[in-house]
């Protein structure tokens, strides 16, 4: 049980397109899900809380507008990346809490911004 | 504020030596620890936490964590190292301040098994 899935694992895309990533869990609601961001070898920085239902909170730094997160349902929350650029290439991973209020990773995503 | 901190980049160890994965805490109040596991372009596993009871925390894949509240650390432990084991290794501190239940990680600690 707990089990998280992003979709897609790898995307590549052009410089000032955007491109969206899902987060799913898949035996269990979430009324919580976490987007975090992994440099290479680096600890992971949290981005923003997606709440279902309600507005996400961003962490200080993190652009709202550009980082769109929306939590429509228990089970899926998706994270925008709006006109992106190569700066913004990186590994992404969701994690989504469960009632124990435990976090259950998703395999994270790796996008490439040509 | 909570936060965790594990001093070492890189730990080194050879296949069957014991490991060990350092991790010192701070917080305020009762802390809520746990370490992952992460596989290069992969997400993060669970490998055990501390909420409270025995110090002596036992989890996946033969790893187990010692509480010491006099020495604020929860260092991450296995008495015979794996090549397999190699991988990066985080100890991460549930805030339990603020709303939502977020999680502080740590820089991480590469490990690195030789045959």
């Known amino acids: 049980g707990a089990v998280v899935s992003q979709h897609p694992s790898r995307v590549i895309c052009k410089s000032g397109t955007s491109v969206k990533i899902e987060c799913r869990s898949l035996?269990?609601?979430?009324?919580?899900m976490f987007w975090y961001r992994q440099f290479p070898k680096k600890s992971l920085m949290l981005m923003a809380t997606?709440?279902?239902?309600?507005?996400?909170?961003?962490e200080q730094g993190v652009e709202k507008d550009k980082f769109l997160i929306n939590h429509a349902s228990l089970t899926l929350s998706t994270l925008t990346v709006t006109s992106a650029h190569p700066e913004d290439s990186s590994f992404y991973i969701c994690?989504?809490?469960?009632?124990?209020?435990?976090?259950?990773f998703g395999p994270g995503t790796r996008l490439t911004v040509t | 504020a909570q936060s965790v901190a594990q001093p070492e980049d890189q730990v080194n160890v050879a296949e069957g030596n014991p490991l060990t994965v350092k991790c010192t805490y701070s917080?305020?109040?009762?802390?809520?620890l746990f370490w992952y596991v992460q596989y290069p372009n992969r997400g993060l596993q669970f490998l055990l936490k501390?909420?409270?009871?025995?110090?002596l925390v036992k989890g996946s894949y033969g790893f187990e964590a010692e509480f010491n509240k006099s020495q604020t650390s929860f260092h991450l432990k296995k008495p015979s190292a794996l090549v397999s084991d190699s991988a990066l290794y985080f100890c991460?501190?549930?805030?339990?301040?603020?709303?939502?239940?977020?999680?502080?990680f740590g820089a991480g600690t590469q490990v690195v098994v030789t045959p």
């Open positions: 994690s989504a809490m469960g009632n124990n209020y435990e976090q259950y």
């Open positions: 035996d269990f609601q979430a009324t919580t």
């Open positions: 997606s709440n279902e239902g309600s507005k996400a909170t961003y």
């Open positions: 917080v305020s109040g009762n802390p809520y």
């Open positions: 501390y909420i409270t009871g025995d110090n």
């Open positions: 991460a501190v549930r805030d339990m301040e603020g709303s939502w239940g977020k999680l502080q």
